[in-house]
């Protein structure tokens, strides 16, 4: 079956540079979440997509910004970067499931390592 | 403020031995819970979750977990460990109707031979 698929799996950038992930969910998924996974810490919730507006937003630094196209994979952008960005960044679809409530089970991409020098 | 915690950053156990990793949530209404598995250098693997019907709920690999209302937890058990059992182990929730999930801080699964 399908994955979520991210690219690319590592990145390395310099202080101040820029870098763009992509996520490209499961077909047939409306819903794109991004999260950010520190060394040693639990993944951080960082923004939300469905239908390409968003849904919801975390603790995501001004400094980023995302969005969803038209084809339902979603870019995050990240400017200036800082050491502190250095991290795991995973990309999770859904679609909603009739009938289901406001369950919809998120399927994980094997995430972006960015690492930041 | 909603939150889920896991007892315990680092839990050993010997190989064979019962494993049993702790979770609890905070919230007025029960979320939908989840235990996830991440292997090293890897992405996040769905063991099993809890929506609504039978609170006991099996997983692959022969995890297994509990939703106990009463005690605001939904913790991880499976019978006898394997090496390959290894791993970091997360409990998540979404709650209130949020579409986020929220992860506790993990839980290092070690195997002894």
């Known amino acids: 079956a399908a994955g ?14 820029t870098a763009t992930l992509k996520c490209y969910p499961i077909p047939r998924h409306d819903t794109v979440y991004w999260y950010q996974q520190g060394p040693g810490q639990d993944p951080q919730f ?30 995050l952008n990240m400017s200036s970067l ?14 909603l499931e009739p009938g289901q409530g406001a369950y919809n089970e998120q399927f994980f991409g094997p995430g972006t390592r960015l690492t930041v020098l | 403020a ?27 209404v029960p979320p939908y819970l989840f ?7 890897q992405g996040l693997q769905l063991l099993l979750k809890y929506t609504t019907g039978a609170t006991l709920v099996k997983g692959i690999n022969g995890f297994e977990a509990e939703f106990k209302k ?18 970091e182990y997360f409990c ?13 801080s993990g839980t290092r699964l070690l195997v002894r031979p």
């Open chain 2, 2 to 28: 909603q939150s889920v915690t896991q007892l315990g950053s680092h839990v050993s156990v010997s190989e064979g031995a019962l494993v049993l990793l702790r979770c609890n949530y905070s919230s007025s």
């Open chain 1, 4 to 17: 979520v698929i991210q690219s690319p799996r590592h990145l390395i950038k310099e202080k101040r540079e």
């Open chain 1, 82 to 95: 800082e050491l502190g960005d250095s991290a795991l960044y995973f990309c999770a679809s859904s679609s």
């Open chain 2, 92 to 104: 998540a929730a979404l709650m209130d109707s949020s579409y986020k999930l929220i992860f506790g």
């Open chain 1, 46 to 75: 960082l923004i939300s997509f469905y239908e390409k507006m968003q849904s919801d937003k975390g603790s995501i630094p001004d400094r980023f910004s995302a969005q969803q196209f038209s084809d339902y994979h979603s870019e």
């Open chain 2, 70 to 87: 009463s005690e605001t937890s939904f913790h991880l058990t499976k019978p006898s460990a394997h090496m390959s059992d290894a791993a």
């Open chain 2, 35 to 41: 235990w996830y598995v991440q292997y090293p250098n």
